[in-house]
């Protein structure tokens, strides 16, 4: 049983930062893909970014390219998702996932999921 806990979301002006957190439980925090997904208002869940067990490799969709990076910390047992030059586009409800295999985009794959945190880009 892993358990996540995001953290981070507010409010922010378009073109402001935020960095998301997403604690994790458990001592298997290394042998797990993260992922972070988002859900906007009427929307449908999307991928984001994940991230390797090994924090080798990185995918990201390409709204988010250049604009975000995900990253872990394997002391701390969290990963991060540091969010640059935010558009208003970008508010939803985030959600960090975690999952056995390799880096993949469908949300299916993923085993645990946290709470969400909710960020809001006004413009």
């Known amino acids: 049983q892993v358990q996540l806990v995001e953290s981070g979301g507010g409010l922010v002006q378009a073109g402001g930062s935020l960095r998301l957190s997403c604690a994790t439980s458990?001592?298997?925090?290394?042998?797990?893909?993260m992922g972070w997904f988002r859900q906007a208002p009427g929307k449908e869940r999307e991928f984001v970014a994940a991230?390797?067990?090994?924090?080798?490799?990185?995918d990201y969709v390409d709204s988010v390219k250049g604009r975000f990076t995900i990253s872990r910390d394997e002391a701390k047992n969290t990963v991060y998702l540091q969010m640059n030059s935010l558009k208003p586009e970008d508010t939803a409800v985030y959600y960090c996932?975690?999952?056995?295999?390799?880096?993949?985009?469908?949300?299916?794959?993923?085993?645990?999921w946290g709470q969400g945190t909710r960020v809001t880009v006004s413009s």
């Open positions: 996932a975690c999952t056995p295999g390799a880096v993949v985009r469908d949300s299916r794959e993923y085993n645990y």
């Open positions: 991230i390797n067990w090994s924090g080798t490799f990185t």
């Open positions: 458990g001592r298997t925090f290394s042998l797990y893909t």
